[in-house]
């Protein structure tokens, strides 16, 4: 009799042997340490979508904007590497900013912590409604995109439509 655990096989009833335990570990290590990558990864994700989905609100709306004008991105990369934000020079804030206007459905795959903290400026769109998506199965594309995109890059032109197309 194998138990399986994600994956992980290991004998039920029999004995272990020091090699057997070492192997059992080894593989419980792997499967569990790949999991946490993909999940790292796919908040990563996240991540650098809100920082662009901030940016382009910010540009859009920002009270005091007209004062930064195009030196926003250089501005707000030197206080967010002074603030130990990883990964937020000009160039990464301009490709999150890119990320976010390429792939604005997101923001259904975002935990409900971020999302309820957009309010409703991510659904506005200038009354477009293209945000407002209800059907779970669309809600789980949605974040089978978001992985996806991960996975195989954000500069990919056909995630979307690649993601889509998985069963």
Request: aromatic content about 8%; some cysteine.
């Amino acid at each position: 009799v194998v138990a399986r655990m994600q994956g992980v096989t290991t004998p039920a009833t029999l004995p272990l042997s020091f090699e057997r335990l070492v192997t059992t570990i080894g593989e419980a290590h792997a499967e569990l340490a790949a999991q946490a990558a993909r999940a790292v990864n796919a908040s990563l994700t996240l991540r650098n979508w809100l920082i662009g989905f901030h940016i382009e609100e910010y540009e859009r709306r920002g009270v005091d904007r007209q004062q930064y004008g195009e030196k926003l991105l250089d501005r707000l990369a030197e206080s967010l590497i002074q603030k130990g934000v990883s990964r937020c020079d000009r160039r990464e804030l301009y490709r999150y900013r890119q990320f976010y206007l390429r792939y604005p459905q997101i923001v259904d795959a975002l935990p409900p912590q971020f999302a309820s903290q957009l309010g409703g400026a991510a659904h506005d769109g200038g009354g477009d409604q293209r945000f407002a998506i209800t059907n779970c199965d669309r809600k789980h594309e949605l974040r089978r995109t978001a992985q996806y995109v991960l996975a195989n890059g954000a500069r990919r032109r056909d995630a979307v439509h690649c993601a889509s197309q998985r069963t």
